[in-house]
């Protein structure tokens, strides 16, 4: 029997159990465990970890057995679909965020500020089912979901109702990137095939995004939008150097991520890559220049109306400052800390480590967002030099501000103070469209299929309760790659001495 077939029935399979244990012992309004030992111990507690990681296995297996490239891209979206139908009638799934977002939309139709408030200070009726570590904490979530969420509440008349609403827009916001990919790895070139497999059928997907509703399919579904507004565009020769598309091209383009980030704040770092794709073939700092206004415009309109029209202002910035509340190893810097607070402690010394390294963490994000930039606009640069009809490809313009893109997304989800995984959904998706080697799609489907085994259903998550060897094992392979990179640089040096530089 071919893999194919196998892989698509096993996956489905795998999506039924998952379902199954959502109902025995999913992210329920009443059910909140803690601890692997509690869910364990609670009802239906073997069969719901049973379920859950038989379905988990079968799940990532299926999908890292065809992560070359699905037989076709109808077949990989056909396969896709199946394994989400399961998960669309399930409760919610490896996290309780949805209750969160249903009491901060609740907040805010009743007339509190979310961005000041914590749901409980508020008073929303469902705090039982909120995780405690966010009771307190204001909404990060931009203006634009915040008005999503409300409407939800109002429209569906019940925590049930707004649960299901808010699946809703999740499940529009898949559908969009699905309809956005086949354009997207068009344009760079890429097999849809491929791209549609890594993209859709990840585990992360239906689990995280559709069965837990988070709203990062509806910030990533606006995203993909914008990106491939500009990189779906007629190809002509220029007239002129620094010629541009049309303004209001750029300007939708740019409506459209700011839409994204007015969801959820992450899709900022795309912005300066979005640029870069606006100007391929136009390679100037002037035409850079041009298109990066006219997608700073429409960002700022979309902001700023999203921001008016919930009579909010900029209060979801401050919101933002208390999504690192969460301490877990997931989060390379953090687990850094933990592990020099653990040597603190066995040399006697208390040395809260943790801000620093998270802050170190960030310096080295904003440097390294500036190198893949700056690495991106060379390369572009580089292409703008190769005559037209030499043989370059036409689509490694659109690749490099989508790999660009993509990278830096990765960056931001390794180098921030918290991470959860649903996080990798955003670098999976872009890279998946832009890294032309099979053998290079291993490096980021790797962590994804890991990210998929962090939660159990209830929202517990694992990582609270692997603390000490997690953060040692996170810490071990941050030595291991610095090594690895710093062997490669030096390898690079002297191949690149080596190599003679002419009579």
Not at 93 to 102: E, I, P, T
Not at 167 to 176: E, P, T
Request: hydrophobic share 55%.
């Amino acid at each position: 029997m071919p893999v194919a077939v196998v892989a698509r029935w096993a996956g489905l399979l795998g999506a039924a159990l998952l379902a199954v244990a959502g109902w025995l012992g999913g992210a329920l309004p009443d059910l909140t465990g803690g601890t692997p030992a509690q869910v364990w111990r609670g009802p239906h507690g073997p069969a719901v970890l049973g379920c859950w990681l038989a379905g988990t296995a079968l799940m990532v297996g299926a999908w890292w057995a065809l992560r070359d490239g699905a037989p076709s891209g109808r077949w990989a979206y056909t396969t896709a679909g199946l394994w989400l139908l399961p998960l669309l009638a399930t409760p919610p799934l490896g996290s309780r965020d949805v209750y969160s977002y249903a009491c901060q939309g609740w907040s805010y139709a009743h007339g509190r500020d979310p961005y000041r408030l914590g749901v409980a200070a508020a008073g929303c009726p469902w705090l039982d089912s909120v995780a405690p570590i966010w009771r307190d904490t204001p909404a990060p979530y931009g203006p634009l979901f915040v008005l999503l969420a409300a409407l939800a509440v109002t429209v569906g008349g019940g925590l049930a109702g707004a649960v299901a609403l808010l699946r809703l827009y999740a499940v529009a916001g898949v559908l969009l990137a699905a309809y956005c990919l086949p354009g997207l790895a068009r344009a760079a070139g890429l097999p849809v095939r491929r791209a549609a497999w890594l993209a859709l059928a990840a585990p992360l997907v239906g689990v995280h995004l559709v069965a837990g509703a988070h709203n990062d399919a509806v910030a990533l579904g606006l995203l993909l939008a914008g990106l491939l507004v500009l990189v779906r565009r007629p190809e002509r020769p220029p007239a002129r150097p620094g010629a541009l598309v049309s303004a209001g091209v750029l300007l939708l383009a740019g409506v459209l991520l700011g839409l994204a980030v007015a969801v959820k704040a992450t899709a900022v770092v795309v912005l300066p890559f979005a640029a870069l794709a606006a100007v391929r073939g136009r390679g100037t700092w002037r035409a850079l220049l041009r298109a990066g206004a006219l997608l700073a415009g429409g960002v700022l309109a979309a902001l700023l109306a999203t921001s008016v029209a919930s009579g909010l202002g900029l209060g979801w910035v401050e919101g933002l400052a208390r999504s690192g509340d969460s301490a877990q190893w997931t989060s390379p810097p953090t687990a850094v800390g933990f592990v020099v607070d653990y040597a603190g402690e066995w040399a006697g010394r208390r040395l809260d480590a943790v801000p620093v390294t998270r802050a170190a963490g960030l310096l080295l994000l904003a440097a390294t967002l500036v190198a893949l930039w700056w690495w991106a606009w060379r390369s572009l640069r580089r292409l703008d030099a190769v005559p037209h009809g030499s043989g370059a490809p036409a689509a490694t313009g659109p690749r490099v501000a989508l790999l660009g893109a993509g990278l830096a997304l990765a960056a931001t989800v390794a180098l921030s103070p918290v991470f959860h995984p649903w996080y990798a959904t955003w670098p999976l998706t872009l890279l998946a469209v832009s890294v032309t080697r099979v053998a290079r799609t291993t490096w980021f489907a790797l962590p994804s299929a890991v990210a998929a085994v962090l939660t159990l259903p209830d929202g517990t998550n694992l990582a609270r309760s692997t603390k000490a060897p997690g953060a040692i094992a996170m810490t071990a392979l941050v030595g291991a790659l610095l090594v690895w990179a710093a062997r490669t640089g030096r390898a690079s040096s002297r191949a690149g001495a080596d190599t003679p530089s002419g009579p």
